[in-house]
């Protein structure tokens, strides 16, 4: 199956700094997801950037679909950004649809 | 506001005591799935439902089983619950378009199993 890698796997920040997390992938994709993993667990979709860049407030994204990989970028970070950043590929057809393989994760945590 | 819930967030059992394990959705997507994540790992997908088609990952042990009696519920059920199965259990939607396009995938809060 694709391959996701995601670096770094573990982030520590000072409050105010930025960040660029990465996403490489191993295979064409429909298309590409971020989210977030807050410290109770639930995961909430950031992104679905299957190419191109979006921006949502402090956070935004660029995918480049020709060359397998996708860039997080985190401005003035604050404590609440502090978690799980997951990326997640998909690339089914018929019944595998929207099936998702996740990277492992990077553990971001943002000190005061 | 549209959203997935899952019920109960947490949940203690015995070892080998069946478990079942709820969500629903207001956001009527036509696609349910369920995910184990175990501590510091991705979140791993058992199976999912397109509508009421049933898709079994290959490394799902039979020991878990899921029922979905309509577009809003679905179900995990455990049958002999392990130490080995302690983990959260995630719920996500999504709305797939025909056989080429799928939207973003929207998770429920998660429910904590423990095994005891």
């Known amino acids: 199956g694709i391959q996701v890698e995601q670096s770094p796997p573990d982030l520590i920040l000072q409050e105010g700094a930025n960040s660029t997390l990465r996403c490489n992938f191993s295979d064409s994709v429909n298309n590409l997801q971020w989210f977030h993993q807050n410290p109770w667990g639930q995961l909430i979709n950031l992104f679905y950037?299957?190419?191109g860049t979006k921006q949502n407030g402090r956070l935004s994204a660029t995918t480049v679909a020709t060359e397998r990989y996708s860039l997080l970028y985190i401005s003035s970070s604050q404590t609440t950004d502090s978690g799980v950043y997951f990326c997640a590929v998909e690339q089914g057809r018929g019944s595998t649809l929207g099936r998702l393989y996740f990277g492992r994760g990077t553990q971001l945590t943002v000190w005061p | 506001d549209a959203m997935v819930i899952q019920n109960p967030r947490y949940q203690v059992t015995q070892f080998g005591k069946p478990v079942t394990l709820s969500c629903s959705q207001t956001l009527n997507h036509n696609v349910m799935y369920w995910y184990q994540q175990k501590s510091s790992q991705a979140p791993k997908l058992l199976f999912h439902y397109y509508d009421k088609d049933f898709n079994n990952e290959a490394d799902t042990p039979d020991n878990f089983q899921s029922r979905r009696p309509n577009t809003s519920f679905c179900f995990l059920d455990i049958r002999s619950p392990g130490l080995g199965d302690a983990a959260m259990y995630l719920c996500a939607t999504s709305r797939v378009f025909g056989t080429s396009v799928a939207d973003t995938q929207y998770f429920g809060p998660g429910t904590r199993l423990t095994v005891l």
């Open positions: 950037i299957p190419s």
